[in-house]
Structures are given as C-alpha cells and as structure tokens.
C-alpha cells in the first residue's frame, strides 16, 4: 500500500507563501506521477500541478503557472509544492495523489492514492 500525508498547511495574508510537503511510504515510486490537488467548500476537486518522480516532466494548472512550484526529495520520500504570491481564490483543502499511470494525470480519476488533505486558508 502507499500512504501519503501531507503537512505545511496554515493561514497567510495575500501576497505570502507556504510551503507544503507530502511525506509518501509503503512503495517505491520511481515509476510514479505525483500531483497536488485542492478542493474549496462547494467546489469540485481541482488539479493544481504534477511530478513524475523520476524526473523530466513538471506541469502545473494555469492558475498556478508562475507562482506554484512542484518539487521532490528522492531521499525523504518527499514531493512539496512551494505557492508564493498566494491569493484569496487559493483558499482550499490541498490534497497529494500518486498514481502509476504511463501518462501525466491531470484528472482525480487518475489518482489511485490520496493523503488526508491540509487546510491553506489566504486571508485579504
């Protein structure tokens, strides 16, 4: 089984930064993609950005383009999303995936695996 569990959530002022971590066990994911989700009251879960863990591709939703930032640790067994330049409209559960899929997974209908969520709350 994979577990994943998330931390570095928190309540920040527009305009600041956070940085979440994602601490991932149970297997070994080098043929793993690693996304990062977030889902707001009454909204519909929401792709934010991807990593495959062995390297060589990195996408991100529009809405993050610039600002997010997806990155792993191979020796922590670790992804992290780095969100600076944090806005109100990025309020909302952020929730980490992995999956096994050949193709880069954008969908949470892709995603076999989630952790539990951490709360990001931006304030104006």
């Known amino acids: 089984q994979v577990q994943l569990v998330e931390s570095g959530g928190g309540l920040v002022q527009a305009g600041g930064s956070l940085r979440l971590s994602c601490a991932a066990s149970?297997?070994?994911?080098?043929?793993?993609?690693m996304g990062w989700f977030r889902q707001a009251p009454g909204k519909e879960r929401e792709f934010v950005a991807v990593?495959?863990?062995?390297?060589?591709?990195?996408y991100y939703a529009d809405s993050v383009k610039g600002r997010f930032t997806i990155s792993r640790d191979n020796a922590k067994n670790t992804v992290s999303l780095q969100m600076n330049s944090l806005k109100p409209e990025d309020t909302a559960v952020y929730y980490c995936?992995?999956?096994?899929?050949?193709?880069?997974?954008?969908?949470?209908?892709?995603?076999?695996?989630w952790g539990q969520g951490t709360q990001v709350t931006v304030s104006s």
């Open positions: 995936a992995a999956t096994a899929t050949a193709r880069v997974p954008t969908t949470p209908a892709e995603y076999t695996y």
């Open positions: 149970g297997r070994t994911f080098s043929s793993y993609f």
């Open positions: 990593i495959r863990w062995s390297g060589g591709i990195l």
